[in-house]
């Protein structure tokens, strides 16, 4: 077991070095010159060169790429020229727990509604419960996030005030207000995952209802609720895992989408503003971040699967 948990942290750790080299090679050919960007439109020459020799631009790209690692693992990702304040301390403390707790809310709210929605549909197969279940779940896979959040924020915010439409509270430092805040954009960026849920759960619940082992269960006398749950959800919770941990890339995809119309200060927002000013240094930092998370997940997603079922544990 820690030969296999060895080899996997190797493997990840290869990733995130090849998917640091490439997104800094071409955030360096990405178009527009960042120290004209932080100068503003006059300058002298002097100055420009000082700059450009201050942000280590006027070193080879192997050179540039070797400080930036160093100071990546070292938790030195220099300073932002826009808000004056440390890439680490904007990134990692500020930026990062906004998206995380949006991810988590919207992962949370997917799962609580899906899962108990595609029991629901494969229990009662070929009803109208199970037609309606269906049409719900490929409207919400349908659904664009963006225009989502915007009719949610119309309906809920604006003409029932019942939420706030932008602004972000600590679930921490005040989880009941961090929850009322959290509850719109939660809802807009887990209504694809909870349809895909939905279809996922029901899909092979069907199927392993259809299995042997179920049908001995039924002839042991076992109670309909004990068949699903245990027997039937027991085949389903794999494909779920694997299909979530796959996922995350598209949930953190549509968490950028979700924090700028609900004006959430994370990671997603953060990248947005740093592109459009220039900024690399924090572009690279936020794309190492998801980059680190998404591969982070998958890793826990392998480790999972000998727990899941114990015939894939190394032997």
Same mark, same amino acid.
């Given at each position: 077991m820690l030969l296999f948990v060895g080899r996997k942290l190797a493997q990840t750790i290869f990733i995130l070095l090849m998917v640091s080299i490439v997104s800094f090679t071409l955030l360096k050919l990405a178009p527009g010159d960042p120290v004209q960007m932080a100068l503003g439109s006059e300058y002298s020459q002097e100055a420009y060169a000082s700059l450009t020799h201050e942000m280590g631009l006027d070193q080879s790209l192997v050179v540039q790429y070797g400080h930036w690692l160093w100071g990546f693992i070292t938790g030195d990702w220099?300073?932002?020229?826009? !808000?004056?304040?440390?890439?680490?301390?904007?990134? @990692?403390?500020?930026?990062?727990?906004? $998206?995380? $707790?949006?991810?988590?809310?919207?992962?949370?709210?997917?799962?609580?509604? !899906?899962?108990?929605? /595609?029991?629901?549909?494969?229990?009662?197969?070929?009803?109208?419960?199970?037609? /309606?279940?269906?049409?719900?779940?490929?409207? /919400? $896979?349908?659904?664009?996030?963006?225009?989502? !959040?915007?009719?949610?924020?119309?309906? @809920?915010?604006?003409? @029932?005030?019942?939420?706030?439409?932008?602004?972000?509270?600590?679930?921490?430092?005040? @989880?009941?207000?961090?929850?009322?805040?959290?509850?719109?954009?939660?809802? $807009?960026l887990s209504t694809y995952f909870m349809a895909m849920i939905v279809r996922l759960v029901r899909a092979n619940l069907i199927e392993a209802l259809q299995q042997p082992y179920v049908a001995a269960a039924r002839a042991r006398g076992e109670s309909e609720r004990r068949v699903i749950w245990l027997h039937g959800m027991r085949n389903v919770l794999m494909p779920l895992v694997t299909v979530l941990g796959l996922q995350l890339g598209a949930l953190l995809q549509g968490a950028v989408l979700t924090e700028t119309v609900f004006s959430l200060p994370g990671v997603g927002q953060m990248i947005t503003n740093a592109v459009l000013n220039r900024e690399y240094l924090v572009v690279q930092a936020g794309v190492m971040m998801t980059g680190c998370l998404f591969i982070f997940v998958n890793l826990l997603v392998d480790l999972a699967y000998p727990w899941l079922d114990p015939r894939l544990k190394p032997r």
């Open positions: 220099g300073r932002s020229y826009v !808000g004056r304040t440390p890439i680490f301390q904007y990134a @990692f403390v500020e930026a990062l727990p906004v $998206t995380l $707790t949006l991810a988590a809310s919207a992962l949370f709210l997917a799962i609580l509604i !899906g899962v108990p929605l /595609g029991v629901l549909s494969a229990a009662r197969q070929d009803t109208i419960l199970d037609a /309606g279940t269906a049409a719900l779940s490929l409207t /919400g $896979t349908a659904f664009p996030s963006f225009y989502l !959040g915007i009719l949610l924020i119309w309906i @809920f915010g604006v003409h @029932f005030g019942l939420f706030p439409t932008m602004g972000f509270v600590a679930p921490w430092q005040d @989880f009941l207000d961090g929850v009322y805040h959290m509850t719109l954009p939660a809802l $807009t």
